[in-house]
Nanobody, 112 residues
Framework: QVQLVESGGGLVQAGGSLRLSCAAS????????MGWFRQAPGKERELVAL???????DYADFAQGRFTISRDSAENRVYLLMNGLTFEDTAVYYC??????WGQGTQVTVSS
């Protein structure tokens, strides 16, 4: 089993940046493909970014060029750097391991 805890969310003005962190315990994250997802009020949860076990990155169209996913094996963490935030990026952001394990989410609110 792996436990995931997200942090780094908060309130930011439009155009600003945030770096989300996903800390893991119970198992090394290098065993998993990792992803960030988000869910806005009244909407379905959607994919933001993925990083495979071999380091391949994939991004949703809205994230391409603005967001960067990375993993730190030494710290057993995965990060999501978000630049150029807009009001539409307001959502709860979730970390996912292997398509199976979820964190509790961290709220990102962007003021326009």
């Amino acid at each position: 089993q792996v436990q995931l805890v997200e942090s780094g969310g908060g309130l930011v003005q439009a155009g600003g940046s945030l770096r989300l962190s996903c800390a893991a315990s119970g198992r090394t994250l290098s065993s998993y493909g990792m992803g960030w997802f988000r869910q806005a009020p009244g909407k379905e949860r959607e994919l933001v970014a993925l990083v495979s076990r071999l380091g391949r990155h994939d991004y949703a169209d809205f994230a391409q060029g603005r967001f960067t996913i990375s993993r730190d094996s030494a710290e057993n963490r995965v990060y999501l750097l978000m630049n150029g935030l807009t009001f539409e990026d307001t959502a709860v952001y979730y970390c996912n391991a292997g398509g199976i394990h979820w964190g509790q989410g961290t709220q990102v609110t962007v003021s326009s």
